[in-house]
């Protein structure tokens, strides 16, 4: 995606993590099917032996992309299905936790370093199928609700009812992808989120694009049919001032029971960028140094 950084969740992880010393720092994330688990558990691997108790890694089942980029990807059109990803999942925890059974064709193979160097794995959806899995495994689960809310109460519901406890997880824990601008008044917040009206059409017609500014999303004149696109992709997302995205967040987390959320703010100006979420930090009472993460992803999907 040409307006997205997001093709090396590893190497943007590894730079951020070099850079700072308290701070999570997780992917949001890899698209298990575009990646050899053995190479994912290396990478991540390295990256928690390097930066013990920082590294998170969030699992998606989606491409993430169109079928022929997902085709240069995996170099086999038989590939192109997530049939199996329970299967890739699978040995992805194998790896780091070297639990292959004896006949496993896998047993002799150690991840270097993965083994004993497991980050905090979470499985990522925008349906309620990860959700499911993520409950059986009893693994956290992370749900796309900025692009996908109408299922955000089934996904929720799938994932407390098969949540089943494992050695590292006791309870359900749910985190939600929420889409967010914040700025000084509502007017400014509605301007800076402009871009990504525009962005979406153009993505959703097959031409996607470095991200728009605010001016050129102001001077496009969408047709009825891409109002309609847009009306539906931006539904969930939360712009306005402090006060109004404080209220906003807090009904969300009652309605849906969230432990945590993971923020997606996209705007062109990353100086605004920053500004939105230092104004979104003191209104929720954040402050440096809580524990917060920053994720480096490819599109989340499943």
């Given at each position: ?6 093709s ?33 558990a ?50 992805l ?28 794995v979470?499985?990522l ?52 992808g ?9 007017e ?10 525009l ?70 100006g ?8 230092e ?14 993460t ?6 989340v999907?499943?």
């Amino acid at each position: 995606m040409p307006g997205i950084a997001s093709s090396a969740p590893a190497v943007l992880i590894a730079h951020l993590a070099s850079a700072t010393s308290t701070i999570r720092v997780g992917s949001g994330g890899v698209m298990l099917p575009n990646h050899a688990p053995l190479v994912v558990a290396e990478q991540f691997g390295m990256l928690e032996a390097l930066h013990h108790g920082r590294i998170d890694l969030g699992i998606g089942r989606a491409p993430g992309t169109d079928r022929v980029t997902a085709y240069a990807l995996r170099r086999s059109a038989a590939a192109l299905s997530a049939e199996q990803f329970p299967q890739h999942l699978a040995e992805l925890l194998g790896f780091f936790e070297g639990t292959f059974p004896e006949e496993h064709p896998f047993r002799g193979i150690t991840a270097v370093p993965g083994l004993g160097y497991r980050p905090e794995v979470w499985l990522l959806g925008s349906s309620d199928y990860s959700a499911h899995l993520a409950g059986m495994l009893g693994m956290p689960f992370s749900f796309a609700h900025h692009f996908a809310a109408a299922g955000t109460l089934d996904a929720v519901h799938a994932y407390r009812s098969s949540f089943q406890p494992s050695s590292r997880l006791a309870a359900p824990h749910l985190m939600l992808g929420v889409a967010v601008v914040c700025a000084d008044t509502d007017e400014e917040a509605r301007w800076l989120a402009g871009p990504g009206a525009l962005a979406i059409v153009r993505l959703r017609s097959g031409h996607p694009g470095r991200y728009p500014t605010p001016e050129e999303a102001a001077e496009y004149r969408y047709t009825p049919l891409e109002r309609e696109i847009v009306k539906a992709w931006t539904a969930s997302h939360i712009v306005g001032d402090p006060r109004e995205v404080r209220a906003r967040i807090e009904e969300l987390v009652d309605r849906t029971g969230a432990d945590e959320l993971i923020v997606t703010t996209m705007m062109h100006g990353a100086r605004e960028r920053v500004r939105s979420y230092e104004l979104l930090a003191g209104a929720l009472g954040l402050a440096a140094g809580d524990g917060n993460t920053v994720g480096a992803s490819e599109p989340v999907g499943a």
